[in-house]
């Protein structure tokens, strides 16, 4: 498995910066550096790089295992990559001496703040918070994302504001926080407070400062391989089983609400419980909202949904990650929906060319019309090609096409931003012969 350090500046010799190569190996307690000479008088033993390690993210060391979690690591030994200049020697400086890198597939570091039960309060937020509207996170038919400052303590947060235009709008934010109240997860966006005023309410989160996932994985200085989707995935899954086990259907998954914590781990959370619904396995739950490339049949067909209706989701994530093709994504949000509604889909040969015949079972056990025979988190969690992640490591260093691809998706997505609600008696129709939905006029 290949991956690229910072970038190097320009000119630089060995000595004192190079790209690097990591190769997977499993971690064991006695292991030695198998690789390159090392520098005259270092030792290199693996408990000493794991003490550097931990100098050096001293907030990370010994952190408490949360329950849901199910990590796993695999170390990565640097050599020099070979487009190092020819003639430069192999060796690692005194400086580089620790040649170990670690592929940090373990939880995510928690939010900075303990899980708080949080209760929708009225306020002044200007003597409370900076509010800098100007550096936005995202927006949408709810409202804007923005960061913000915690006056008393100096913490970074983001600022979800909310427009308050009718009582369902407060419904709905209420829902929301209750929602967010039982996620007391590492891969799940904690909420911080909530302040409401005569216009708008605001919701105070947790500050993700890595970006959209799709967003940095499409990189050109990124090289993605299968095991590198695997670690997002497996990720995913935790906060995900986690969701399913305290009744919470999210309802919305797509790749916008995936976030990275930072710009160069392979860490990342869930975020976005607006359209998300406690779940009572024991009663019928029907819901009219989504966005069209990552709905499931049952949502569109306006019928019962249960955990299994995430899966779906998670499936056609998956698959993008993969190949970097969207399965149903249509010309326009009818063909979308009739795609969806068809779950006719492919793996195309020349896009899934590289990837493994686990990863294709694992994306076919989910992007399934039946509900009752996907895969539930849990199932996931336990499927081979979320496994055994060190010695897959070791033996795919294959970069997928799916970079490239992705990155005209994420142009065309700009473009046009996909989320509309999906409701069955007033936006669309069925046409009994086909079982399609149609736009009507908006």
Same mark, same amino acid.
Request: net charge negative; charged share 25%; with cysteine.
């Given at each position: 498995?290949?991956?690229?350090?910072?970038?190097?500046?320009?000119?630089?010799?060995?000595?004192?910066?190079?790209?690097?190569?990591?190769?997977?190996?499993?971690?064991?307690?006695?292991?030695?550096?198998?690789?390159?000479?090392?520098?005259?008088?270092?030792?290199?033993?693996?408990?000493?790089?794991?003490?550097?390690?931990?100098?050096?993210?001293?907030?990370?060391?010994?952190?408490?295992?949360?329950?849901?979690?199910?990590?796993?690591?695999?170390?990565?030994?640097?050599?020099?990559?070979?487009?190092?200049?020819?003639?430069?020697?192999?060796?690692?400086?005194?400086?580089?001496?620790?040649?170990?890198?670690?592929?940090?597939?373990?939880?995510?570091?928690?939010?900075?703040?303990?899980?708080?039960?949080?209760?929708?309060?009225?306020?002044?937020?200007?003597?409370?918070?900076? %509010?800098?509207?100007?550096?936005?996170?995202?927006?949408?038919? *709810?409202?804007?994302?923005?960061?913000?400052?915690?006056?008393?303590?100096?913490?970074?947060?983001?600022?979800?504001?909310?427009?308050?235009?009718?009582?369902?709008?407060?419904?709905?934010?209420?829902?929301?926080?209750?929602?967010?109240?039982?996620?007391?997860?590492?891969? $799940?966006?904690?909420?911080? /407070?909530?302040?409401?005023?005569?216009?708008?309410? +605001?919701?105070?989160?947790?500050?993700?400062?890595?970006?959209?996932? *799709?967003?940095?994985?499409?990189?050109?200085?990124?090289?993605?391989?299968?095991?590198?989707?695997?670690?997002?995935?497996?990720?995913?899954?935790?906060?995900? $089983?986690?969701?399913?086990?305290?009744?919470?259907?999210?309802?919305?998954?797509?790749?916008?609400?995936?976030?990275?914590?930072?710009?160069?781990?392979?860490?990342?959370? +869930?975020?976005?419980?607006?359209? @998300?619904?406690?779940?009572?396995?024991?009663?019928?739950?029907?819901?009219?909202?989504?966005?069209?490339?990552?709905?499931?049949?049952?949502? &569109?067909?306006?019928?019962?949904?249960?955990?299994?209706?995430? %899966?779906?989701? $998670?499936?056609?994530?998956?698959?993008?990650?993969?190949?970097?093709? /969207?399965? *149903?994504?249509?010309?326009?949000?009818?063909?979308?929906?009739?795609?969806?509604?068809?779950?006719?889909?492919?793996?195309?040969?020349?896009?899934?060319? @590289? &990837?493994?015949?686990?990863?294709?079972?694992?994306?076919?056990?989910?992007?399934?019309?039946?509900?009752?025979?996907?895969?539930?988190?849990?199932?996931?969690? @336990?499927?081979?090609?979320?496994?055994?992640?060190?010695?897959?490591?070791?033996?795919?260093?294959?970069? $997928?096409?799916?970079?490239?691809?992705?990155?005209?998706?994420? %142009?065309?997505?700009?473009?046009?931003?996909?989320?509309? @609600?999906?409701?069955?008696?007033?936006? *669309?129709?069925?046409?009994? /012969?086909?079982?399609?939905?149609?736009?009507?006029?908006?």
């Amino acid at each position: 498995m290949r991956y690229s350090s910072e970038k190097t500046p320009a000119g630089k010799p060995l000595s004192e910066t190079t790209e690097l190569i990591f190769t997977g190996v499993p971690v064991t307690p006695d292991s030695r550096d198998p690789g390159p000479a090392k520098a005259e008088g270092g030792t290199n033993t693996l408990e000493e790089n794991q003490k550097a390690e931990a100098e050096k993210a001293p907030g990370q060391a010994g952190q408490a295992k949360v329950q849901g979690d199910t990590s796993q690591r695999i170390e990565f030994q640097a050599v020099p990559s070979e487009r190092a200049e020819v003639g430069q020697a192999l060796c690692l400086t005194a400086r580089e001496e620790d040649c170990f890198q670690i592929l940090d597939d373990c939880p995510p570091p928690p939010a900075p703040f303990p899980h708080r039960i949080v209760e929708l309060r009225t306020g002044n937020v200007n003597s409370e918070f900076s %509010m800098n509207s100007k550096e936005a996170l995202g927006g949408g038919k *709810f409202g804007a994302v923005c960061t913000c400052t915690e006056k008393a303590t100096g913490l970074k947060l983001a600022a979800k504001v909310i427009k308050k235009q009718t009582p369902k709008d407060k419904e709905m934010v209420l829902l929301e926080i209750e929602v967010m109240n039982q996620l007391n997860h590492r891969n $799940l966006i904690q909420l911080y /407070s909530a302040i409401e005023t005569s216009h708008e309410i +605001i919701l105070f989160m947790e500050y993700i400062e890595g970006g959209e996932l *799709f967003e940095r994985i499409v990189d050109e200085d990124y090289h993605l391989t299968e095991v590198d989707t695997m670690l997002f995935v497996r990720q995913i899954c935790d906060g995900i $089983l986690f969701m399913h086990k305290m009744r919470v259907l999210h309802l919305d998954l797509k790749p916008e609400n995936i976030l990275c914590v930072n710009t160069t781990g392979h860490l990342v959370k +869930i975020i976005d419980f607006g359209l @998300a619904r406690r779940y009572n396995p024991n009663e019928k739950l029907k819901v009219n909202f989504g966005t069209p490339e990552f709905l499931s049949p049952e949502v &569109v067909n306006y019928d019962q949904i249960s955990d299994k209706t995430d %899966m779906w989701s $998670l499936g056609v994530i998956t698959y993008m990650l993969l190949s970097g093709l /969207s399965p *149903f994504l249509g010309d326009d949000d009818t063909e979308t929906l009739n795609n969806v509604l068809s779950a006719n889909w492919y793996f195309d040969e020349e896009t899934f060319e @590289a &990837v493994s015949d686990e990863a294709k079972d694992f994306v076919s056990h989910l992007i399934m019309k039946d509900q009752s025979a996907r895969m539930s988190a849990e199932q996931c969690l @336990a499927h081979p090609w979320l496994n055994n992640l060190a010695e897959k490591a070791k033996r795919c260093n294959r970069r $997928l096409k799916s970079q490239i691809l992705l990155k005209k998706y994420l %142009m065309k997505r700009r473009w046009k931003k996909n989320f509309i @609600a999906v409701s069955a008696a007033n936006r *669309f129709k069925k046409i009994s /012969s086909s079982g399609a939905l149609m736009a009507l006029g908006v």
